[in-house]
């Protein structure tokens, strides 16, 4: 004797939070109802066992279904098969918190234009008020459908969102503790969200945000991973495991709004994950700085005039100040190369931060003497390119503050 | 030629890709009625492609609007191989064709394949330009109005009521057609589906044209259904109830009960006619023989000579009249004489006396009593207009075991094509043959009726259960005196009501009232005076089919009771395996009998109303459910207890048996508890009255040697023996009595009935949650028992139960309406069950309140009643207010509403308070739900609340902002609520768009990929919620009422990967206002009422 069918469809759809989160974690339908008789329901509604199981197979059901649309959310406002209607009194607005009011306000004055209200009960059942319940219970899932691991989404950076590297998500899930699952739909978030992205016109992060219907916060996490992904960065080598993805998001965003084609015209035809390569070119340019030795002994004794008796490691800095500048301007210099745009993180580490770090600087002490660095190059009468300095260093001093720490 | 049907389409969204090389398609779509067929331009690459084409004109007859549906193509274009279709729509044009309904459909219809299902959506507009045909002898019946509500719809009142409207119509199922074997499956469910449309228009139709021949204009109750009789063939058959309805404005809609209260019982009364004396000796020659049961079931007398299974004899009756069709099988081998030999002694009388009743009748009828013979006075309504019903005598049903003649298809295989061939001549007849079929049930139903003393059948249902070539019919009703005043002369013969009924019976008790004569009763049965009037006998228990009338008098609240059964069956073939079901039949109705009022009692109550027995046959089993609603009517005396007695004190010991008793008795008095079951006690004793008869507490079941005279006599009464004596004989007793206790009571906060009203709540909010629950269990075990089986069957049923409970406990405090259970053994070891019902939501305060105000001082009733009429009032004129406030605090003293006394004197500013007050209550109501969980965010509330007390109608202009945004707000799709109800709490209809009876095949040929069973019909019954809310915005409205999925069969194939199902469903589609927005004050008012006075649930 075995149930072989067992279905429950209601006209609103019921959804489960604490299922749901269970689900995008990637755990088995067993393992969900261990979980969720831990937690307790079972107490509610003297249930048993059984229908926990039933259950929770609905939920797990429901949200496959619920996929689909999830891989394609601008469908979502009109989509018919799900119903969440505005059955809950608006008086429990209260209760919802206001973060996600506020996020989700944003939301949808920006699709719809009108005020919208919606709740989140607790416990579990979800619930979701609105003049409009379509896109509030896709909003909310939203989020959480497309939010991922910082620690997976670290291994995956940079790496060809391809078919091989796929195959390498369950190394990457033993290692991080993320369930194969959960590897694979926030692997597969991404490879959609770049595929999409890689067609469309205009600002990339815009263009997430409203394809997607994401956060500002999250869809700018995945215009990082999308532009790592499209210029396949280095960010796997043992000197780079410090940096965590958030390092790296912040660089990527640097890079994004100063080095690529958008960031001079963003009306240009061009893809916004792709580096300016005329920019590139004019990199070579710079070379100047280390090549001539004038120019080079003049930079360095301006710098040095504006730091002494700022920092302790003043010897530190003048000692080593030529092989810095060099180790910068070589990087600029080689950015034409693909692979060395590649290499751009493991050089900005080796050539700079790792020096710097042995001679125990401060990140107060590097911050003043990049800042040095580069206004000095304005007052060098020889040197001509301005413009191109001002947009290398400054999304290079960016970058390495953040990413000198330990 | 007179109509012109217009489609229009606008533009698709979402389609899936079908070029795989551009990830694009070239779409355009084909639309097609009848024989034409217009195409739109295509649509080169694009998954969203606008079309915008013409006005597509088809001049058609209206016969043809009423049958044909409008099916609209999408294909994608392929220059060089055929075009592959994406998928259809299916739109209904009826709603068109009658003027008060919807004007045009427009909107997104979901593009539905029965291979891929819903596949993106298209934006059709239709309309359709009706001409007048004052052509007499016209085929079409526009006009007529159908409803598949089964009480008079919210905003028409019934002028008249014409009775009972049937018809059926019979073809050949696509799928067995031989060319069923060369098309794709795509094409040969395509070709179902239109089929069964078409059918379905047809049979609306021709319903329509016997309506319009009474002179009515609406069909009410319509319930059509299908039977896949496989090879022989496909039956839609459909029955209804003709009236004539007008249109209520909308300002007296929500009158339409007081416009016909509280006059109409004394009227009705002083118009029955005192007995025909032609009448009364049919009844005097049967009532002596007659050995039924006290109410709820009523069979024919039985013959003399005792049959094999005599225990259940009355029923035994119906079904053997089965087999006496059974031998008259013209054509197979295997004849009744030689295996049913034994039987054919017993068949025989029966034969004979069937055919004298049959002539009984048919003198009857001609000798003018019954004005119109041919009518039978059944209607298919379960609720009525206050007055409407006189008394209810009860259930009356009746089955018959049918062999699907196999005249269509004398062999297999190669003759298939000549049987096609024949088939225009064949299909002439076939329909003769179902109509006698049910001609032959119906007649019996009536006859029962009539042995209760009854002019009428009301509640009354038909069904069938197919399992290859044998047919189970069934019919149910109830029993019923109903008043003449709404009837069309002739319709009803009422000339057996008598005088016994001199004084008008009270409304809240009236109907249970004995409608036969109390000394040639029908049947042994235990009379008492009416606990209420004491003036009226009423029975000790009382079933119905029907809903419990608003007017009663109830204690408490009612539950959901189910009797469930199985039966093993030898598998066989034809006539064999006919006489076996017909022979376990009787078996298993009074076992569900004796179940249901088991039940009953152990939950101290005393009628059953919605009830509702399916009997579904197997291969080799038989599967019984029945489903009721129990209640305690404090018209009736009390139940007694259920004593539990040995009878070998041998077997097993007084402390074993004195154990169990106990057991009963404490879930008897927790049951007590839990339903709230607190009948007036001291009414009893106050009046005084003469009850005839003490009711005996300990009148032993005799046991099988005893006598068998005696057993012949038994039936399924128990009442006479105030039966509620359970013997333990055996182990089985022993396993029937914990099976009795297995029922769990359903958690806290939750109540489940069956019915339209849950007895004892009537203040429900707006959460409102439809939904179809469906479970399959396959048995692996092949020695079972009836037992084991039984106790399997139960626990699926209760699981089910439990499964609901748990989903929906965010509703809570909440109750689950109108659960529908639908038994089916689609293979061999396969038990479904499928349930559809809603959850409501309600709230719990004014129900304790309410139960608190009990018992009901009905002296009050009236002037609440007076009252009614202007509450509602006050909502929409201002201007009455004044008065109205001053009637309210002259009522009620509650302080729910001292507010708004105090602030009477500004008309518009007691509606805008009102509407505060409104806020402030649903407030406290937010608070109570959220005491459970967390104290803290309570009290957080719990001052936001007190805040807004204290700035008092200030804070009104922001919440009356709120309230607007929620019911105005903008939205790209439109929220369509579902219900099987007749109506959607907290809110009004105010309109009525056309009947949705749609019918759906899907099928597939990667089960697993589609994740199993399961993964696929939850995305079909998803898929067929989704077109049933498109259909419905498209007609304008926003809710589907009186909500029904008829049919779900589901078949697989695991081994190959395959399944396929069919549904269908339908319902109402409506257009409802929030009563909130509108009458706000008014509901309000009623609450205060409600608390100040303590109505009886009739609001």
């Known amino acids: 004797m075995s149930v072989e069918l067992d279905v429950f469809v209601g006209n609103t759809t019921i959804m489960d939070e604490e299922v749901y989160q269970l689900w995008l974690d990637g755990h088995t339908v067993n393992d969900a109802v261990k979980v969720r008789m831990e937690g307790g329901v079972m107490d509610e509604c003297e249930a048993s066992k059984d229908v926990l199981l039933s259950d929770t197979m609905d939920q797990y059901r429901t949200f496959q279904m619920c996929e689909r649309l999830l891989h394609s959310p601008a469908k979502l406002a009109n989509q018919l098969l799900f119903q969440i209607p505005p059955h809950r009194q608006i008086m429990l607005i209260e209760r919802c918190s206001r973060d996600a009011l506020i996020q989700l306000t944003h939301l949808f004055q920006r699709s719809h234009n009108s005020l919208f209200l919606y709740l989140f009960v607790k416990p579990p059942p979800l619930c979701y008020v609105s003049s409009h319940g379509n896109l509030f219970f896709v909003s909310l899932s939203l989020f959480r459908y497309y939010a991922f691991d910082d620690t997976f989404v670290r291994e995956v950076l940079g790496k060809k969102l391809s078919k091989g590297t796929k195959k390498d998500l369950d190394d990457i899930s033993a290692k991080t503790n993320v369930t194969l699952k959960s590897c694979r739909r926030q692997f597969d978030n991404f490879k959609r969200v770049f595929k999409v992205v890689e067609e469309l016109k205009g600002p990339l992060v815009e263009n997430i945000r409203q394809h997607f219907l994401l956060s500002d916060k999250l869809a700018r996490d995945y215009a990082a991973i999308v532009f790592f992904a499209n210029n396949r960065f280095e960010t796997g080598k043992r000197k780079l495991q410090y940096l965590s993805f958030q390092d790296f998001a912040f660089c990527a965003g640097q890079l994004i709004s100063n080095w690529t084609v958008g960031a001079v015209d963003n009306m240009v035809e061009d893809m916004d994950v792709d580096l300016d390569k005329e920019f590139l070119q004019e990199l070579k340019e710079l070379k100047i700085l280390i090549t001539d030795k004038d120019l080079l002994d003049q930079h360095k004794s301006l710098v040095c005039t504006a730091l002494r008796g700022k920092t302790k490691v003043f010897i530190e800095m003048e000692n080593n100040f030529k092989n810095l500048s060099r180790g910068l301007i070589n990087i600029a210099a080689k950015l034409t190369n693909t692979k060395d745009v590649r290499d751009f993180f493991i050089d900005l580490v080796e050539k700079f931060i790792e020096p710097c770090r042995s001679d125990r600087w401060t990140a107060a002490d590097m911050k003043l003497y990049l800042t040095h660095y580069t206004n000095s190059a304005h007052i060098l009468d020889t040197f001509k390119h301005q413009v191109v300095w001002d947009r290398y260093m400054g999304v290079v001093k960016s970058c390495i503050f953040k990413m000198y720490h330990d | ?1099």
């Open chain 2, 1 to 1099: 030629m007179p109509g012109k049907l217009k489609a229009k389409i606008v533009a698709g969204r979402h389609l899936p890709v079908m070029d795989r090389a551009s990830d694009l398609t070239d779409a355009f779509v084909e639309v097609k009625f009848g024989n034409t067929t217009f195409k739109t331009d295509v649509c080169p690459k694009s998954l969203n492609p606008q079309w915008n084409s013409e006005w597509f004109k088809f001049e058609v007859d209206d016969e043809d609007l009423q049958d044909e549906p409008l099916q609209i193509t999408v294909l994608d274009h392929d220059t060089y191989s055929a075009n592959d279709a994406i998928g259809k729509v299916y739109i209904d044009i009826d709603p068109l064709l009658y003027s008060e309904a919807a004007s045009v459909i427009s909107g997104w219809f979901p593009i539905y394949d029965t291979i891929h299902g819903i596949r993106g959506e298209i934006n059709v507009i239709v309309k359709v330009e009706l001409f007048n045909d004052l052509n007499r002898f016209r085929q079409s019946s526009c006009g007529v109005k159908f409803f598949c509500t089964t009480c008079i719809p919210q905003c028409y009142r019934a002028t008249l009521v014409h009775g009972f409207v049937e018809e059926l119509v019979v073809n050949e199922d696509p799928e067995y057609q031989w060319i069923d074997r060369i098309r794709t499956p795509r094409a040969s469910n395509e070709a179902r589906q239109r089929l069964i449309s078409l059918m379905s228009g047809e049979l609306q139709r021709k319903i329509g044209l016997k309506v319009l021949e009474m002179g009515g204009n609406a069909v009410v109750g319509y319930l059509q259904c299908f039977d896949l009789e496989g090879e022989s063939g496909l039956v839609v058959r459909a029955i209804g109830t003709a009236c004539t309805l007008d249109k209520l404005s909308s300002g007296s809609a929500p009158n339409t009960n007081t416009h016909m209260h509280p006059n109409t019982a004394p009227a009705s009364n002083a118009c029955n006619s005192p007995s025909k004396d032609g009448k009364e000796p049919v009844f005097v020659e049967d009532l002596p023989s007659s050995s039924g049961p006290p109410t709820p079931f009523r069979a024919l007398p039985t013959s003399s000579s005792p049959p094999p299974f005599s225990p259940s004899k009355p029923c035994s009756r119906q079904s053997s009249s089965s087999d006496t069709d059974l031998s008259l099988t013209p054509k197979t081998g295997m004849g009744s004489g030689g295996s049913a030999g034994k039987e054919a002694g017993p068949l025989r009388t029966l034969l004979r006396q069937q055919t004298q009743t049959a002539l009984e009748q048919r003198g009857a009828s001609s000798s003018g009593l019954l004005l119109n013979a041919r009518e039978f006075p059944f209607f298919t309504l379960t609720s009525f207009p206050p007055g409407f019903l006189l008394h209810v005598g009860g259930v009356v049903s009746a089955r018959s075991v049918k062999l699907l003649d196999r005249i269509h298809n004398p062999a297999l295989g190669n003759t298939r094509s000549y049987k096609l061939l024949d088939w225009n001549s064949v299909t002439a007849d076939e329909p003769e043959t179902r109509d006698a079929w049910w001609e032959e049930i119906r007649q019996e139903i009536k006859s029962h009726a009539r042995a209760l003393g009854c002019h009428a059948v009301v509640g009354y249902s038909e069904s069938t259960s197919i399992c290859e070539e044998v047919c189970i019919l069934s019919a149910s009703g109830t029993a019923a005196i109903l008043n003449p005043r709404y009837m069309r002369e002739g319709c009803l013969d009422i000339g057996c009501t008598d005088h016994r009924f001199e004084e008008p019976s009270p409304p809240n008790c009236g109907f249970c009232h004995i409608p036969y004569d109390e000394l040639n009763m029908p049947f042994p049965a235990q009379l008492t005076y009416c606990y209420h009037c004491r003036r009226q006998k009423v029975p000790d228990v009382l079933f119905t089919t029907i809903d419990l009338p608003s007017e009663a008098a109830v204690a408490g609240k009612g539950c959901l009771i189910q009797a469930r059964l199985c039966r093993l069956k030898k598998k066989a073939q034809g006539e064999a395996n006919a006489t076996a079901i017909s022979n376990l039949l009787p078996f298993m109705e009074y076992e569900l009998h004796t179940q249901l009022m088991n039940k009953l009692k152990l939950r101290s109550m005393n009628a059953l109303f919605g009830l509702h027995i399916q009997i579904s046959v197997g291969e080799n089993m038989l599967l019984g459910l029945a489903s009721a609603t129990g209640v305690y009517l404090t018209a009736l005396p009390a139940p007694g207890g259920i004593q539990i007695a040995g009878k070998t004190p041998g077997d097993l010991s007084s402390e074993h048996i004195s154990s169990i008793q106990k057991r009963i008795n404490d879930t008897i008095a927790v049951n007590k508890e839990l339903y709230q079951i607190n009948p007036p006690e001291l009414a009893e004793e106050g009046v005084g009255s003469p009850i005839p008869e003490p009711r005996h507490r300990s009148r032993l079941f005799r046991s099988h040697s005893e006598s068998s005279d005696e057993l012949s006599e038994l039936d399924l009464s128990h009442g006479k023996k105030d039966a509620f004596v359970l013997e333990i004989d055996d182990t089985d007793a022993v396993e029937d009595i914990h099976s009795l206790l297995i029922d769990a009571p359903p958690p806290t906060g939750f109540y489940s009935c069956n019915t339209e009203n849950m007895p004892g709540i009537s203040n429900w909010t707006s959460g409102v949650q439809m939904f179809t629950s469906v479970r399959v269990l396959r048995l692996s075990n092949a020695n079972l028992t009836n037992q084991g089986l039984n106790k399997i069957f139960t626990d699926l049923c209760e699981n089910l139960l439990k499964s609901f409970y748990f989903k929906l406990r965010s509703m809570i405090p909440c109750c689950l309406c109108h659960l529908n259970f639908t038994v089916a053994v689609p293979e061999e070891e396969l038990i479904q069950v499928t349930v559809t019902a809603v959850a409501m939501t309600y709230d719990k305060e004014q129900t304790q309140e309410k139960t608190a105000e009990k018992p009901v001082n009905k002296g009050s009733l009236e002037a609440e009643e007076q009252l009614q009429f202007p509450l509602e009032l006050c909502a929409d004129s201002s201007s009455s207010n004044i008065q109205t406030a001053s009637k309210i605090s002259g009522v009620g003293e509650s302080t729910n509403i001292s507010p708004r006394a105090a602030s009477v004197d500004y008309g518009s500013f007691a509606d805008r308070c009102s509407t505060w007050l409104e806020l402030l209550r649903l407030k406290a109501h937010t608070i109570r739900r959220g005491s459970v969980k967390t104290s803290r965010r309570t009290q957080s509330l719990a001052h936001s609340v007190s805040s807004l007390e204290r700035c008092s109608p200030l804070q009104e202009g922001r919440s009356r902002s709120l309230r607007s945004s929620r019911s105005f707000g903008g939205s790209s799709v439109t929220v369509v609520k579902m219900t099987p109800l007749s109506f959607l709490s907290g809110t009004r209809i105010i309109k009525y768009l056309g009947i949705i009876n749609m019918f759906f095949i899907r099928e597939t040929t990667s089960l697993r990929e589609e994740g199993g069973v399961s993964g696929f019909l939850h995305s079909f019954i998803a898929e067929v919620f989704a077109m049933v809310r498109a259909h419905v915005a498209a007609l304008g409205g926003n809710a589907v009422v009186s909500y029904s999925m008829k049919e779900c069969v589901f078949m697989e194939n695991p081994n190959k990967n395959q399944a396929q199902c069919l549904i269908n469903v339908s319902g109402d589609a409506v257009i409802c206002i929030s009563e909130t927005d509108q009458e706000s004050s008014a509901s309000t008012a009623n609450t205060g009422q409600t608390g100040g006075g303590g109505t009886d649930g009739a609001t």
